[in-house]
């Protein structure tokens, strides 16, 4: 398996960002699915998750801001960053939820900062 993440920058306080991530090499549709996040020095924590039936789950600290969603035909993950804050800088990361872990791809560095 091989996940490719792309999509990131550097933003301002407030403002937004598409993430993407494209999954090969497996049968995409059966597995659920998450999205990770690692800032310098800290662990890498899951922000997003979505289910092979499409049910999604967020922390408390992304609620209500980030949206993930996939499209099992291109075999696709998005996560839809909406009012980022200085705290969310970090690399981000696709990877499989709720079951080991695939390797993991290069990620895509989200930098928030005025």
């Known amino acids: 398996v091989q996940f490719a993440e792309s999509g990131g920058g550097l933003v301002q306080p407030g403002g937004s960002l598409r993430l993407s991530c494209a999954a090969s090499?497996?049968?995409?549709?059966?597995?659920?699915m998450g999205w990770y996040r690692q800032a310098p020095g800290k662990q890498r924590d899951l922000v997003a998750s979505?289910?092979?039936?499409?049910?999604?789950n967020y922390p408390d600290s992304v609620k209500g801001r980030f949206t993930i969603s996939r499209d099992n035909a291109k075999n696709m993950v998005y996560l839809q960053m909406n009012s980022l804050e200085p705290e969310d800088t970090a690399v981000y990361y696709c990877?499989?939820?709720?079951?080991?872990?695939?390797?993991w791809g290069q990620g895509t560095q989200v930098t928030v900062s005025s």
């Open positions: 979505i289910t092979s039936f499409g049910n999604t």
């Open positions: 090499g497996i049968i995409f549709s059966i597995y659920d």
């Open positions: 990877n499989y939820a709720f079951r080991n872990f695939g390797t």
